[in-house]
């Protein structure tokens, strides 16, 4: 904080003045976002709606001198510009580098899914052919099993009937 009077008056009025120029720019930025949007949604009306509300935020922004009026001009220039192409049947697309860079980080993170997805069904799929590749194994030790127990089973039943035949020849 500085230490002379004059200056700290300075300081404070260099305060207001920066949030006075960062809410008039906002609002331009603002207008013209939304003007951008109803022409890349090819809406006519809309766009022929908010071309003078936009232009006004830019004029003001102009006029209280946080932006140059020769920006002012240009981009009143570039939004009247894409209106007039847009009524020509002139598809165009306005879009800033949030916007741009939005989508990209949403087209990446969609791809990021979509291999993370295969990958998973990737790794089910070998496991599941793991899973096969061990079940006969197992079969074959279960058939061996069963064809055990078969075995005593006819063994018990022979034994079962070589007992009743003795018994019927005494």
Same mark, same amino acid.
């Given at each position: 904080?500085?230490?002379?009077?004059?200056?700290?008056?300075?300081?404070?009025?260099?305060? /207001?003045?920066?949030?006075?120029?960062?809410?008039?720019?906002?609002?331009?930025?603002?207008?013209?976002?939304?003007?951008?949007?109803?022409?890349?949604?090819?809406?006519?009306?809309?766009?022929?709606?908010?071309?003078?509300?936009?232009?006004?935020?830019?004029?003001?922004?102009?006029? /209280?001198?946080?932006?140059?009026?020769?920006?002012?001009?240009?981009?009143?220039?570039?939004?009247?510009?894409?209106?007039?192409?847009?009524?020509?049947?002139?598809?165009?697309?306005?879009?800033?580098?949030?916007?741009?860079?939005?989508?990209?980080?949403?087209?990446?993170?969609?791809?990021?899914?979509?291999?993370?997805?295969?990958?998973?069904?990737?790794?089910?799929?070998?496991?599941?052919? /793991?899973?096969?590749? /061990?079940?006969?194994?197992?079969?074959?030790?279960?058939?061996?099993?069963?064809?055990?127990?078969?075995?005593?089973?006819?063994?018990?039943?022979?034994?079962?009937?070589?007992?009743?035949?003795?018994?019927?020849?005494?």
């Amino acid at each position: 904080m500085p230490n002379i009077k004059s200056a700290e008056k300075r300081a404070l009025i260099a305060d /207001k003045k920066r949030l006075e120029n960062k809410k008039v720019l906002s609002e331009m930025k603002t207008a013209v976002k939304k003007f951008n949007t109803a022409i890349s949604s090819s809406d006519i009306p809309e766009a022929e709606r908010l071309l003078p509300l936009a232009s006004h935020a830019i004029d003001s922004a102009a006029v /209280k001198g946080t932006i140059h009026k020769n920006k002012a001009n240009h981009a009143k220039s570039q939004i009247g510009r894409a209106l007039h192409l847009l009524r020509q049947g002139i598809v165009v697309v306005k879009a800033d580098a949030k916007t741009l860079k939005q989508a990209e980080q949403k087209a990446a993170a969609q791809r990021r899914i979509a291999l993370e997805e295969e990958a998973k069904k990737e790794r089910s799929l070998a496991r599941a052919e /793991k899973e096969r590749a /061990k079940a006969p194994a197992k079969k074959s030790t279960a058939k061996k099993a069963s064809e055990k127990s078969v075995k005593k089973t006819t063994k018990a039943i022979a034994k079962v009937a070589a007992d009743n035949d003795i018994e019927s020849n005494e």
